[in-house]
């Protein structure tokens, strides 16, 4: 291969103690009775060796791997221990790095500010430090050239590079990686695993799954792990594979590649199936009795739990998304055009409507119709956005670069800004252009009540898009909405709700949302509406309006801050002052013509 390994530089953070050795004790995963993925199975692997995990499709090689990442699934048993420890989660995601199949990356970010970003979360130098760490991984991961490209145009090979940059800043004792070279071509794949070699160099412990490696990939490893049906096949350095074989009968034709000879050994047609079985068990109970390691890694894991606080991570998360939320051009220009297009199609359709006591139902609806768009809206951009960032998310979890909450607060607050931006674009239009009151006082509180809706679809957004995968977040948060929209009191009233349906009304966001804009736009004293045609008037004042849809007396800041009254949920029993003894007369809405007076 004319590839030659670029050395690597002290600046990324190295390893100060001498030799880890990661174990696993009868790790066992049998997700149905009548399944098991991982049968009993035990090894161990040591720094400054690169190590392979073999096996036939299915084996159970990625099981293995994501059970050794720490993250495995509730249902498995058995141990895992460095250098004879047993660590728990905590501790243990502070030592190793597991870089699944996929380059979990953000497509919006260049590869210099991947890194830069890498760096802050995971490090606590100095700014010039910090520089050092990400201009050495560009050269030792051979990224100059595209060094201010954005990740989704890197080619595979660049992506993976990129990804294990990452996890090289954290300095993790053991990297775990899921099939690193598929999808890429021979050169490409030769120079990822040379990178990894040389982080063996390092005293890192290193082990990858690899799927029918070429003779000259193979060659790059030390050491290999073969898996079949859940169990340990072959275990031990690369040179002693055919020795062993060969000392009990099995001999590997001349030229042949060592792993596909081993992956043939597990065919069913094989002629030496019976020996191989056997010397399946007999690995699997050497493995069992293997000598624990002497060295110790606890005094090294004493101190906080994540490298930087919470407020930096807060910081840091919160500009990262800030800025591939911008970067994404399609998700930013789409929804703030989809924005503007709904609100002048709102504002064309409800042209000014907002003043006319004659369209006082219809501007009720325009309302609702705004404040419940910005809600979906919002949702929406969350769901669509949120499953590569979920990735990204998962993997930086996994690598104890922050906390839970330090990333859902950024999440919030990042989105907050660009939702503000399109949300009081939409209402603005729609504000000005249906012709609502030009009140300081009314447009703030409306504007609060659009924001807080906007926001509320975004929290939606998000918690749908954590739970569920996109095809059933697409189809949860949608319904969720509608829901509560049927719910809000504003389509039918609380008095004419079943009683069994009653409480919905009073955990419906979009009735404290209603109420809250209605009474923002009719409540306060609201002066007589304009009336072009006197028999077409039926109400006339703000407060007329509220009372035609039960909601006489709410108070604004209670349905903003507290969601005490939900909609409708006094049924009239009197008519308001507004209303005069008269109402009973079917003719009588022609009457109401003054607040207060009849
Ligand atoms: N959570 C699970 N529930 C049910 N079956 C599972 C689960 N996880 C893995 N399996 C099954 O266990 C077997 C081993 O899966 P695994 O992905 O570990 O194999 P692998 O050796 O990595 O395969 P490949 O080389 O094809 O990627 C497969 O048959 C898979 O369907």
Not at 99 to 106: F, G
Not at 161 to 177: C, E, T, V
Not at 262 to 279: A, C, F, G, M, Q
Request: aromatic residues 10%; hydrophobic residues 40%; proline residues 4%.
């Amino acid at each position: 291969m004319p590839f030659k390994i670029s050395p690597i530089s002290t600046n990324i953070p190295m390893i100060s103690t001498t030799g880890t050795q990661l174990s696993f004790r009868g790790l066992t995963f049998a997700p149905t009775p009548k399944k098991t993925v991982l049968d009993n199975i035990s090894g161990s692997f040591h720094s400054g060796r690169l190590t392979a995990i073999i096996g036939p499709s299915g084996s159970g090689k990625s099981s293995l791997l994501n059970a050794l990442s720490g993250f495995g699934p509730k249902s498995l048993q058995g141990s895992i221990l460095v250098n004879n420890e047993e660590l728990g989660q905590q501790n243990y995601r502070k030592l190793v790095a597991y870089n699944t199949q996929e380059a979990t990356l953000l497509p919006n970010l260049t590869v210099e500010e991947t890194l830069e970003y890498a760096v802050e979360l995971r490090t606590r130098s100095t700014a010039a430090e910090k520089r050092k760490i990400v201009d050495e991984i560009i050269s030792v991961l051979a990224l100059q050239k595209s060094a201010h490209s954005q990740a989704r145009v890197l080619s595979g090979g660049g992506q993976k590079r990129l990804s294990i940059g990452q996890d090289l800043i954290s300095n993790p004792k053991i990297l775990l990686f899921d099939e690193p070279t598929s999808g890429l071509d021979s050169e490409s794949s030769y120079q990822i695993m040379s990178h990894l070699k040389e982080l063996t160099k390092q005293d890192r412990c290193v082990i990858s799954v690899i799927h029918q490696p070429s003779s000259d990939l193979l060659e790059l490893y030390d050491d290999l792990y073969v898996v079949y049906d859940g169990r340990c096949m072959y275990r031990g350095s690369l040179q002693d594979l055919i020795p062993w074989y060969e000392s009990a009968g099995i001999v590997c034709p001349q030229y042949y590649n060592r792993a596909d000879f081993v992956i043939k050994l597990t065919s069913e047609n094989n002629p030496h199936r019976s020996k191989v079985l056997e010397l399946i068990n007999q690995m699997q109970s050497e493995n069992l009795q293997e000598q624990p390691s002497a060295l110790s890694t606890k005094a090294n894991l004493s101190g906080r739990q994540y490298p930087t606080s919470w407020l930096h991570q807060f910081v840091t998360l919160t500009r990262r998304t800030v800025l591939g939320t911008v970067r994404n051009n399609a998700l930013f220009v789409l929804r703030f055009a989809g924005l503007i297009a709904f609100g002048l199609t709102l504002g064309f359709i409800f042209h000014d409507i907002g003043d006319d006591a004659a369209k006082t139902i219809s501007n009720t609806s325009n309302l609702a119709l705004t404040l419940s768009s910005l809600t979906f809206v919002n949702a929406a951009a969350q769901i669509i956005s949120f499953p590569t960032e979920a990735a990204v998310f998962i993997r930086e979890y996994r690598a104890n670069c922050y906390s839970v909450a330090a990333y859902f607060f950024s999440k919030l607050s990042a989105d907050f800004f660009p939702m503000m931006i399109g949300n009081s674009a939409l209402f603005g239009i729609t504000y000005f252009l249906t012709g609502q009151p030009i009140e300081t006082e009314r447009i703030l509180k409306s504007a609060l009540i659009q924001l807080l809706s906007g926001w509320f679809g975004q929290l939606l957004g998000i918690i749908g898009g954590c739970l569920f995968s996109l095809q059933v977040a697409t189809f949860f948060v949608p319904s969720a909405l509608l829901a509560m929209l049927l719910f809000s009191g504003f389509f039918i009233h609380f008095s004419e709700l079943n009683v069994v349906l009653r409480p919905l009304i009073y955990v419906s966001p979009f009735s404290y949302g209603f109420k809250g804009i209605l009474d923002a736009v009719y409540g306060f004293n609201r002066t007589e509406l304009t009336c072009h045609v006197e028999s077409d008037c039926v109400y006339r004042t703000g407060e007329q309006v509220l009372h035609m849809l039960d909601m006489q007396g709410i108070e604004y800041w209670t349905e903003l801050c507290k969601g005490e009254k939900p909609f409708s949920r006094q049924v009239m029993t009197e008519p308001p002052s507004s209303i005069n003894d008269d109402d009973d007369d079917p003719n009588s809405g022609a009457k109401f013509t003054r607040s207060g007076t009849s």
